[in-house]
């Protein structure tokens, strides 16, 4: 495959992993919202503590690790082909030029951003959305793009591996037993039990 076809399609595949990443952390917020709302149904009490590991993770997800977006993807292209792509983008999409075209000027804002923080990556993908060739296709740019691709992947599957998420992909009978060890851990037990 060709450099242009090759950054094209990591172009396209962090866009999607950019998206299934918003997804897991909007259904994760609603998870826990769920889960917090199932323990205030509970009738718990303090017990005492034994020594134990401490639960990692339960409730909340690690914060992802940076994917090093701007810091890295600026220097393959360079700030002058980076400029430049801005302002093919900026002259195919500027309000002034399209009468106020809502779906372009939203281009040019999201470019405009994009351009401002150096991701290569979200400057691209608006540039092919309007049919601009890429200036750099670069064997570094295309090492940039599949690091931040990566980067988003491992975001995906650390959400997918906190026991939250766990908790809410659980059958009912395992979603209390996820409770009752939460509720261990933290020095307390339902009364009812």
């Known amino acids: 495959m060709d450099s242009k076809k090759r950054w094209k399609s990591?172009?396209?595949?962090?866009?999607?992993l950019r998206l299934e990443l918003e997804y897991r952390e909007e259904y994760l917020r609603q998870l826990e919202t769920s889960f917090n709302q199932q323990l205030t149904k509970l009738d718990i009490e303090d017990v005492e503590q034994e020594t134990s590991q401490p639960l990692i993770g339960v409730v909340t997800v690690p914060p992802p690790?940076?994917?090093?977006?701007?810091?890295?993807?600026?220097?393959?292209?360079?700030?002058?082909?980076?400029?430049?792509?801005w302002r093919t983008?900026?002259?195919?999409?500027?309000?002034d030029k399209t009468r106020n075209?809502?779906?372009?000027?939203?281009?040019?804002?999201?470019?405009e951003s994009a351009w401002r923080t150096g991701s290569?990556?979200?400057?691209?993908?608006?540039?092919?959305a309007l049919g601009i060739e890429p200036l750099d296709q670069s064997n570094e740019s295309l090492s940039i793009m599949t690091g931040i691709s990566n980067?988003?992947?491992?975001?995906i599957q650390q959400i997918e591996k906190s026991v939250l998420w766990i908790w809410g992909n659980a059958s009912p009978e395992d979603k209390n037993k996820i409770i009752d060890l939460y509720?261990?851990?933290?020095?307390?037990?339902?009364?009812?039990?």
């Open 89 to 95: 983008i900026a002259v195919k999409c500027h309000p």
């Open 151 to 155: 980067s988003l992947e491992i975001q």
């Open 65 to 85: 690790e940076p994917s090093g977006e701007t810091q890295s993807a600026t220097p393959a292209m360079g700030p002058d082909d980076l400029k430049k792509l």
């Open 10 to 16: 990591l172009a396209f595949k962090v866009q999607h």
């Open 120 to 128: 290569v990556d979200r400057l691209y993908h608006i540039a092919l």
């Open 183 to 193: 509720l261990k851990n933290r020095g307390k037990k339902r009364k009812n039990k």
């Open 101 to 111: 075209d809502a779906h372009k000027t939203e281009l040019y804002k999201e470019a």
